[in-house]
C-alpha cells in the first residue's frame, strides 16, 4: 500500500514542499508514497512549483484506510477529519507536540528548527539519498518562506547552512533574491476577497477548551492593506460568529519593518490583552519584532486561556 505524505489543513508552501521531498526520499528507500495536499495551492506555493517543474500534489482530505506520513503538523485540529481511520506511519514537524495519538509505533522526526523541510534534509542525509535539483529548489523556497529569509526567531543556524547547501544543488546563486521574488508574490493582496485572504495561512487551536482562529499574511509593505483593514476587520468578527470561535485574530506581518499589526475579533479581548500586556486600539495592535506566529504569538496567547 503506497504511503500518502501530506502535510496541514490550509496548506502553506512548506507542508506542500514537504509532501513532495518526504514522497521522493520514501520512494528512493523503497517506501512507495504519493504526495498529497489538503487544500488549495497558495500563489506563493504556485510560484515555488511552476520555478521548479512541479505539478501540485494530489489534493486529498480523506484518509480513512490510508497509511499517512504527517508532515508539518501534529495537532488533531489540522488534520483530515477521518485521521482515526487512518494509519500514521510516520510525523516529520518542526511546531510544538500536538494531540495526535496512535495505536501502532510510528517513526518521529520532530525538531526545533525553521522549517519542515530541513528535517526533511537531514532525513535524506541519514538515508544517505542524494537530492534533485528540483527537489532542492522546493525545500529550498520552503526554508525560505518558514524561516522569512532567515528574518524569523524560529530560524536556526542550521536552517542556514541547509539553505546554502540546497542553494548549491538547485544551482540558485542568489538564494536571497528568490526569496524576495516569493515574498513579492506573496504580497499581491489586492482585488482579492478579504475571506480568502483571512483564511490563507489560517489554523484552528483549541487553548484551554475555546476554539480560536489565527491566520497570518507576511507581506513586503503594510501600507498594501490600507484600503482592505477595515473589511479585513469586519469579516473577522464574521467568520468569528459563522464558527463559533472566541477569538480570532489576522497577523498582518511587514517583514521589512519586522513586525505585526493583529488585528483581534474576540468574545473576551481582555484575554489578549493580558497575554501581550498591551491596551488595543480599534480592535488592532503593532506587535513591534513579532514575525512568527508559532514562537511569538501562541506561546503567549495559548497560557493567557488557561
Ligand atoms: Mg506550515
Ligand atoms: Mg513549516
Ligand atoms: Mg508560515
Redesign the pocket.
Known amino acids: 500500500m503506497a504511503i500518502y505524505t501530506c502535510g496541514h489543513t490550509t496548506p502553506?508552501s512548506?507542508s506542500i514542499c514537504s509532501a513532495i521531498s518526504l514522497s521522493y526520499l520514501l520512494n528512493k528507500i523503497g517506501q512507495e508514497a504519493i504526495p498529497a495536499r489538503q487544500g488549495p495551492v497558495s500563489p506563493e506555493t504556485q510560484f515555488i512549483l511552476d520555478k521548479f517543474g512541479f505539478e501540485a500534489p494530489l489534493l486529498k482530505t480523506e484518509f480513512a484506510g490510508c497509511e499517512l506520513f504527517i508532515t508539518?503538523y501534529s495537532d488533531r485540529g489540522q488534520a483530515p477529519k477521518d485521521l482515526d481511520e487512518a494509519t500514521v506511519v510516520g510525523i516529520v514537524d518542526?511546531h510544538k507536540l500536538g494531540d495526535i495519538t496512535t495505536s501502532a509505533p510510528l517513526e518521529c522526526w520532530i525538531r526545533p528548527v525553521g522549517?519542515?523541510n530541513t528535517i526533511v534534509k537531514e532525513m535524506y542525509d541519514y538515508h544517505g539519498v542524494e537530492i534533485p535539483a528540483n527537489i532542492a529548489g522546493v525545500m529550498l523556497c520552503a526554508i525560505l518562506s518558514?524561516t522569512v529569509i532567515f528574518k524569523s526567531p524560529t530560524c536556526t543556524d542550521i536552517d542556514i547552512k541547509i539553505v546554502r547547501e540546497l542553494a548549491e544543488i538547485a544551482g540558485v546563486e542568489d538564494f536571497a533574491a528568490l526569496g524576495m521574488e516569493m515574498f513579492t508574490v506573496k504580497s499581491a493582496v489586492a482585488g482579492v476577497p478579504v475571506r480568502e485572504l483571512i483564511l490563507r495561512d489560517y489554523k484552528p487551536f483549541d487553548m484551554h477548551g475555546n476554539d480560536v482562529g489565527i491566520g497570518q499574511l507576511e507581506v513586503i509593505d503594510l501600507s498594501l492593506f490600507d484600503n482592505i483593514k477595515a473589511e479585513l476587520q469586519a469579516d473577522l468578527d464574521a467568520l468569528r460568529e459563522e464558527n463559533n470561535l472566541h477569538t480570532a485574530c489576522l497577523i498582518l506581518t511587514d517583514i521589512i519593518k519586522e513586525g505585526s499589526e493583529v488585528l483581534v475579533s474576540s468574545k473576551d479581548t481582555s484575554i489578549f490583552e493580558k497575554a501581550f500586556d498591551i491596551k488595543l486600539e480599534d480592535g488592532k495592535v503593532w506587535l513591534d519584532g513579532c514575525l512568527s506566529r508559532k514562537k511569538q504569538i501562541i506561546p503567549f496567547l495559548q497560557p493567557a486561556f488557561a
Do not use: G
Open positions: 502553506d512548506d508539518d518542526h522549517c519542515t518558514d
